[in-house]
């Protein structure tokens, strides 16, 4: 739906709508979101923090055109201060989430090897023995139990810390670090702080690593080890493999929430449940279902620059404006999906955009559904009659927070 600037005259600008960041409950959907996208395809937003104002896009065939789009770059926005839900906004060289092509192909390379099907297909044992070890502890002491605490909090930050590289020593504060970035209740200011520290650690790490043998293997060696060998390549440099790596240890903690979220959905919605344990086969499909259905984050992610005037659905973005796209939203769309609001397991064909779209897709796709996919099994193999230990309505959700999840899931079997 991006159209030539000169195709016909632009509509005026729509006005300008603050989007706060809503504390919700559940698996409500963003009521502010929901009226942005009623209103028409391309909105304006200003958000909690930053300066001025940005687009939003919320269609469908919308979102996928502009996050394909090579006018529309993340590479200025480390250099503005474009509207923002997070309160502390201070990018590392070489963050991957704000590199374009080539560059960003340069950067992308060094981890692959780390998140591809094989290097992913070699935590599966490792990922379902810890996970293993959390479930059997929970069994052993028996119900009522936190599922937050005692499995969806340490299993995602655990297989992340395999992943990356970080020693069972460092892994405590790791997890603490990595809570208070997506967690900023603490403000602009402990965000920062923990930022800071967790950098500083992988920046102390690398140099450690940096006269180690390079890796036999890149597909069964840890993500610090790889990157210590690029930049001893002269492939990456030093700071651009800290800023690598601090937002995939971090993407870590998503895993905890969007788990959290399906079991909520699951534990209150029991014909679901039912159907996933009596039909195993389902499952993939069920995951993809759910990962369409959940509104996984607060507002939106991250910032786009229109690098030249573009006309999009009759409104003119100009050269230099910030644009936000909406995942959520876009897998809300009717024209794409029938009955959007409706959970439907037999959905097909469900081409969410859960994992976002373009070059700035998802790294680490393969190793999330992975993880997702080994708790749901577990949990409905393992805990016969889960269910809900206290009522649904005196659950507590996460407050300020980056990434939607419950606080704790008490349940009993």
């Known amino acids: 739906m991006i159209e030539d600037t000169v195709a016909r005259p632009p509509l005026g600008p729509p006005p300008v709508r603050f989007w706060p960041a809503l504390d919700l409950k559940g698996t409500v959907?963003?009521?502010v979101l929901e009226e942005l996208m009623r209103e028409g395809p391309v909105s304006r937003i200003r958000l909690p923090h930053g300066e001025g104002w940005a687009w939003l896009v919320t269609r469908y065939e919308d979102v996928k055109a502009v996050t394909n789009d090579s006018r529309f770059s993340r590479a200025p926005v480390p250099g503005l201060q474009v509207t923002r839900l997070a309160p502390h906004f201070k990018p590392k060289p070489g963050a991957l989430a704000f590199a374009e092509p080539p560059e960003h192909n340069r950067l992308r390379r060094a981890v692959a090897p780390a998140f591809s099907a094989r290097g992913v297909e070699r935590l599966r044992g490792r990922a379902?023995?810890?996970?293993?070890?959390?479930v059997d502890a929970l069994l052993r002491d028996g119900p009522p139990a936190d599922l937050v605490e005692r499995v969806l909090a340490p299993f995602p930050t655990t297989v992340m810390c395999e992943l990356v590289g970080v020693p069972e020593a460092d892994r405590s504060r790791m997890a603490g670090w990595v809570h208070a970035?997506?967690?900023p209740a603490g403000g602009a200011e402990a965000t920062g702080r923990a930022k800071d520290a967790m950098y500083g650690w992988f920046a102390e790490e690398l140099a450690a690593r940096r006269g180690a043998a390079p890796p036999g293997?890149?597909?069964?060696?840890?993500l610090l080890t790889l990157l210590a060998a690029?930049?001893?390549r002269g492939d990456l440099a030093e700071e651009e493999a800290v800023g690598?790596?601090?937002p995939i240890q971090i993407g870590g903690e998503a895993v905890t929430n969007n788990c959290g979220n399906m079991l909520y959905l699951l534990l209150t919605r029991p014909d679901l449940m039912e159907r996933m344990r009596a039909e195993p086969e389902l499952r993939p499909q069920a995951v993809d279902e759910l990962l369409r259905y959940i509104p996984h984050r607060a507002t939106v992610g991250l910032a786009r620059v229109a690098l030249e005037d573009v006309d999009l659905r009759g409104v003119r973005i100009s050269a230099g404006d910030a644009v936000y796209v909406s995942y959520l939203a876009a897998n809300r769309d009717p024209e794409v999906f029938a009955d959007p609001e409706r959970i439907d397991f037999d959905r097909s064909p469900n081409p969410h955009v859960a994992f976002g779209h373009g070059p700035h897709f998802c790294t680490g796709t393969l190793l999330a559904r992975m993880e997702i996919e080994l708790l749901l099994d577990t949990f409905l193999e393992r805990l016969p009659g889960l269910r809900l230990a206290a009522p649904a309505e005196e659950l507590t959700w996460r407050r300020s927070a980056l990434i939607r999840g419950p606080e704790a899931l008490p349940v009993a079997w």
């Open 244 to 246: 690598l790596v601090g």
């Open 29 to 31: 959907f963003d009521p």
């Open 128 to 134: 379902r023995e810890l996970l293993a070890g959390y």
């Open 217 to 222: 293997d890149e597909e069964t060696a840890d």
């Open 181 to 183: 970035i997506v967690f």
């Open 230 to 232: 690029a930049v001893a």
